[in-house]
């Protein structure tokens, strides 16, 4: 079972523009993360945004976290072609582990 | 910080036989958690030790999978008397200190023919 639920399942645009992922929860959570994951590696930690927080920022990334709605955003700004990856979002809710969504595919046409 | 470690990185076996896997964690995390992964979907949790205690096991993880940790340092995941439906990848992480952000492995991808 999969604690998140991404939207959109999978997503294209082109170089340059703004790439937007979107995660839902259902328990409650202390802090919430996003995994970027490159076809046969494995996921590579981008950002972690607590319970207290509402919005994040690293490099090109956003990252806003909604508690009253149990839901996250991540923003990519100036997507380029080496963002091409699978997101996932990955909440603590359910105790001493992390419980990942099924993820959105992201593909930057070049 | 070398990185986890999975070895190997793919194994190929038929039904009926038991595999093992190796994850070396990154050397000062106490935390080593295992997920799988089938095509499409996000990981799914397995099983996690702090140093060599393994501390919850996830449902999915039949009588046929077992892992171990000795002395707290590398673990081993074995699945005995394979089926297809274990196909899949098998990703191990570390992390120090619980829940911090998680250090993936490129991961073990099974295929039981």
């Known amino acids: 079972s999969q604690q998140g639920e991404e939207d959109p399942q999978a997503l294209s645009i082109q170089e340059g523009e703004n790439a937007t992922m979107n995660c839902s929860y259902k328990t409650s959570i202390n802090n919430l993360q996003w995994y970027r994951q490159n076809s046969g590696r494995g996921l590579v930690h981008l950002i972690l945004i607590r319970s207290n927080e509402r919005e994040k920022h690293s490099g090109r990334l956003r990252v806003t976290l909604d508690t009253s709605k149990k839901s996250s955003s991540l923003l990519i700004t100036a997507s380029r072609a080496a963002d091409t990856a699978s997101y996932f979002c990955a909440t603590d809710g359910y105790g001493n582990k992390l419980v990942f969504g099924a993820g959105t595919i992201l593909r930057v046409k070049s | 910080d070398t990185g986890v470690s999975q070895n190997p990185r793919h194994k190929i076996t038929k039904r009926g036989q038991n595999v093992t896997f190796r994850c070396d964690p990154i050397?000062?995390?106490?935390?080593l958690y295992w997920y799988r992964q089938t095509l499409g979907q996000g990981p799914e949790f397995l099983t996690y030790?702090?140093?060599?205690?393994?501390?919850?096991k996830s449902r999915l993880l039949s009588d046929r999978f077992s892992a171990e940790r000795p002395k707290g340092s590398f673990s081993t995941l074995e699945i005995q008397r394979t089926e297809q439906g274990d196909s899949a990848m098998y990703l191990c992480a570390s992390s120090f200190p619980q829940l911090s952000p998680l250090h993936f492995g490129n991961g073990t991808r099974l295929t039981v023919t």
């Open positions: 050397s000062e995390h106490n935390r």
């Open positions: 030790f702090q140093n060599e205690a393994q501390l919850e």
